[in-house]
């Protein structure tokens, strides 16, 4: 018998994770991989907030902060959400913690009981499924595909909800899909939610700001959600502070108050210092973040025409985020360079032996046919890993 817990050996590895750990490995050994695997920003955190950290400092902000975030940065959460989604939420209605995905875990800790069944549109975040898993919840998928520009209708939603239905999971923009859900579409989820008054909705807004369609909505201000869903955000992709570690909810007051409950008994208050930092990033106007945006968009662009002229490899247009998820499955069964390819992770494996190109499997998001490519990385290297993989699939 393992010393080890029923609960850490039935946890599955994040790929996402995995797949950056062994291009690490692979160029310590010196080759030449290029990793389009890790949804990280290749831009510095800006400057005006890298200032506000180093005042935080010098004004001695080297305390255990509140376990559900200082006042000052609940209140400028506040005024970004009624700026940016009309949303108006209370400090009381918001816990700040050591990035979303904290944020994430706690939710599902309070709200989850075990049998209690979660609907995931697939593909979703990696770890959405473990997370759920783990807190006793069941993951329901809810499959989509390329031509659906991997989204769910309101019809599918209702096809999926039963008696055991207690929440829904998404992310807008998506990772790993890049796919941006309408007003319209979430209206007409919404009137299917109706229906059915006790499930609760975990909006991920992460990508937020990193938005190609012009409009961005947040399910929670159409009528009748905002009572039932629970806003997750934070500052890591928009403001390129992924190793700061802030993420918060704007949830119902009952809600916010259980996750800073669980909070104080694990890690309590989130870092200080990133605590002050993150006030200057979210009191800023959104169009500070345009430089990145644009150059993302600009990546979006080139890395989908190049894939365009790769024969096999079918792709929609995403409207946010930094992924591009292309179906790979016209491959299975093939036999490329002597490796038969059987699925999407012999597929994302083929590109790293063959290619030295990093991506990530499908089949970790839920979709089995695709595979995610991250271009939050120079045009340069864009190009090189798209003429690799051209080459290797030819």
């Known amino acids: 018998m393992s010393p080890l817990s029923d609960r850490i050996n039935n946890l599955s590895t994040s790929q996402t994770l995995a797949m950056a750990a062994l291009a690490r490995e692979l160029k310590a050994q010196g080759k030449d991989i290029i990793s389009l695997s890790l949804g990280e920003p290749d831009f510095n955190t800006p400057d005006f907030i890298k200032e506000a950290a180093k005042k935080a400092i010098d004004e001695n902000y080297s305390t255990y902060s509140p376990v559900d975030g200082y006042a000052e940065l609940k209140e ?33 800790q309070v709200m989850l ?19 759920i898993k783990m ?32 929440m829904i999971w998404y992310s807008s923009p998506c990772n790993p899909s890049g796919s941006v859900y309408s ?10 939610l109706e229906k059915y008054p006790n499930i609760y909705v975990v909006a991920d807004e992460i990508y937020e700001h990193i938005n190609f369609s012009g409009t961005f909505c947040s399910i929670a201000s159409i009528p009748g959600m905002f009572e039932r869903t629970i806003t997750v955000n934070g500052v890591a992709k928009a403001f390129a502070m992924t ?10 007051e009952f809600i916010a108050k259980a996750c800073t409950k669980m909070q104080g008994q694990v890690t309590s208050g989130a870092n200080s210092i990133a605590q002050q930092a993150t006030i200057a990033a979210v009191d800023a106007d959104p169009k500070v973040l345009n430089y990145m945006v644009e150059a993302f968009h600009k990546r979006r662009d080139l890395v989908v025409g190049l894939i365009k002229a ?68 120079s045009e340069e290297q864009l190009r090189e890993a798209l003429r690799r993989i051209k080459e290797v699939l030819a």
């Open 76 to 108: 400028a959460i506040c005024r970004k959400f009624k700026r940016d989604n009309n949303l108006d939420y209370k400090q009381a209605n918001i816990v700040v913690s050591t990035g979303a995905k904290q944020s994430l875990y706690n939710i599902a």
């Open 113 to 131: 009981n075990d049998g209690d069944e979660v609907i995931l549109p697939a593909p979703y975040w990696v770890s959405y499924y473990e997370i």
């Open 135 to 166: 807190s006793g919840g069941i993951p329901v998928e809810v499959p989509t595909s390329v031509e659906s520009d991997f989204k769910i209708t309101a019809e599918q939603l209702e096809k999926a909800i039963t008696p055991k239905t207690k």
């Open 183 to 192: 007003r319209e579409e979430f209206t007409a989820i919404a009137k299917v």
């Open 243 to 252: 190793g700061w570690r802030i993420g918060y909810i704007g949830a119902p």
């Open 310 to 377: 790769i024969p096999g490899l079918k792709i929609n247009v995403p409207e946010g985020a930094f992924y591009v998820f292309p179906d790979v499955s016209s491959f299975f069964g093939k036999t490329l360079r002597g490796t038969l390819i059987k699925d999407a992770t012999d597929f994302s494996m083929y590109l790293l032996a063959e290619a030295n190109v990093a991506t990530v499997t499908g089949d970790a998001f839920g979709n089995p046919n695709c595979i995610r490519f991250s271009y939050a990385t």
